[in-house]
């Protein structure tokens, strides 16, 4: 792919990386534990991608990815996603992941129903574990039981899916486990 730029950015949950074309972002990275793994793994993916300050249209999706991340209600389900190498499947399934609502979830059964393909559970499974598109495609909202944060690929896996989850509100009413103390706190608010 030529013509793709790439850059770092901090998010309260660490540095992350995205990776852009002239179709739109063609991936997220969400922080691994230093930024140099960060960039080796987006890097990996994107080997003719070079670094560059990023255009308009994606400093508009870091800002999203950021304030999401610090737990604002962002949409950011109109920014623009290279799709040119992701199987159709996939792409329906990260445009049907791309409806959840901030704070909920679905399950993997739940978006094969929607899709109209009953039977493909383990296909949309399949095309979460590739979603290049991470926190754009929100597909920490996508699970594969009710009530299970489990499935994740991103960095620290099941700890990232919940800390996610926690940031958007969804965790709310489960009972809590070994993870939770890991989540970020609140910062207090202003008295006043």
Not at 3 to 28: K, M, N, P
Not at 86 to 110: K, L, M, S, W
Request: with cysteine.
């Amino acid at each position: 792919m030529a013509g793709l730029g790439y850059t770092t950015f901090d998010t309260s949950v660490g540095r992350c990386g995205i990776a852009w074309g002239q179709a739109g972002i063609v991936g997220v990275q969400l922080p691994e534990a230093r930024e140099l793994e960060t960039r080796r793994r987006l890097l990996q993916q994107y080997p003719d991608a070079r670094e560059l300050l990023p255009p308009g249209d994606v400093q508009v999706a870091i800002d999203g990815i950021v304030a999401l991340l610090n737990g604002k209600a962002v949409d950011l389900s109109d920014i623009a996603l290279d799709t040119y190498d992701i199987p159709d499947f996939n792409c329906r399934v990260y445009e049907a992941i791309r409806r959840i609502p901030r704070g909920e979830t679905r399950t993997y059964a739940e978006i094969a129903i929607h899709l109209y393909v009953s039977g493909a559970i383990n296909a949309v499974s399949n095309a979460v574990a590739r979603n290049p598109f991470a926190i754009i495609v929100p597909c920490h909202r996508a699970l594969a039981a009710a009530g299970r944060t489990s499935g994740f690929a991103g960095n620290a896996g099941i700890v990232t899916k919940s800390r996610l989850l926690s940031i958007e509100g969804a965790l709310a009413g489960r009972a809590t486990n070994l993870f939770d103390a890991l989540l970020p706190v609140a910062p207090p608010r202003p008295q006043g």
